[in-house]
């Protein structure tokens, strides 16, 4: 900020979050301000002046980018609520899921997205051959974008249970009886809500929807009393 001014121009702001962010450019800056993530007042010549304000915006967007992989499109939805609440930074890490609800997971394993293969590595903290060996096995899957392919926050999330069983000797090739059982549960699902399904009514769609989340919650409610039983005559 110049001596006078009020006010960073675009390039000086880039240089002052440059070190903590090496990616930044004035180009990206620029594009977040179409986005609608940054709100800069500009001169009478027309150049955008950013103030304190709009420097810890940015800050702040940035780092839900890096540490988060939030879209855009969240961040958006945050920055607006943050004018009416808490500060958007107090995100729960991907990963934290032990402080959250399995609904809130399921919430927030949604907005997570989509991710490239090396955001995925990076969250994780595996290494690129880690993740593919998972998807090898069927259990994540990467889905083809306008940017080539990108995962989900749900492969996400099971990227990063997978790796706990690591610590007990367990690799992704002794999991795939999982992706199995999940197959056969969604297709059990599957017959039961098909009429439903293929129906143009949208109440018999949506009551189909309904169902499967019924029909879903049950079979994770059976899958986990039935291993409960089963590990306990183990452990007598």
Avoid: C, W
Avoid at 2 to 18: D, F, H, P, Q, W
Wanted: neutral net charge; hydrophobic residues 35%; charged residues 30%.
């Amino acid at each position: 900020m110049g001596r006078g001014k009020s006010y960073y121009t675009i390039g000086e702001v880039a240089n002052l979050l440059k070190e903590k962010y090496s990616d930044l450019s004035i180009s990206k800056i620029r594009y977040l301000h179409r986005r609608g993530l940054l709100t800069p007042d500009r001169t009478a010549g027309g150049y955008r002046k950013f103030t304190q304000k709009d420097l810890k915006q940015l800050d702040t967007v940035l780092k839900l980018q890096r540490d988060n992989y939030l879209p855009l499109e969240v961040i958006k939805e945050k920055i607006s609520l943050k004018k009416k609440g808490p500060d958007l930074t107090e995100v729960v890490a991907p990963g934290d899921i032990a402080q959250i609800s399995f609904d809130e997971l399921l919430d927030r394993s949604k907005d997570l997205g989509p991710l490239s293969l090396e955001q995925l590595v990076g969250i994780s903290e595996l290494d690129q051959e880690q993740v593919l060996e998972m998807e090898s096995f069927g259990l994540i899957s990467s889905s083809k974008g306008e940017e080539g392919a990108f995962f989900d926050g749900f492969d996400l999330q099971i990227v990063k249970t997978v790796s706990q069983f690591s610590s007990y000797g367990i690799y992704p090739r002794h999991l795939k009886m999982f992706e199995n059982f999940t197959e056969r549960s969604a297709a059990f699902i599957e017959s039961v809500i098909l009429p439903k399904l293929r129906s143009n009514n949208p109440e018999q769609r949506q009551s189909a929807a309904q169902e499967a989340d019924d029909l879903k919650t049950l079979v994770l409610k059976l899958q986990f009393f039935l291993l409960e039983k089963k590990v306990r005559s183990l452990l007598r």
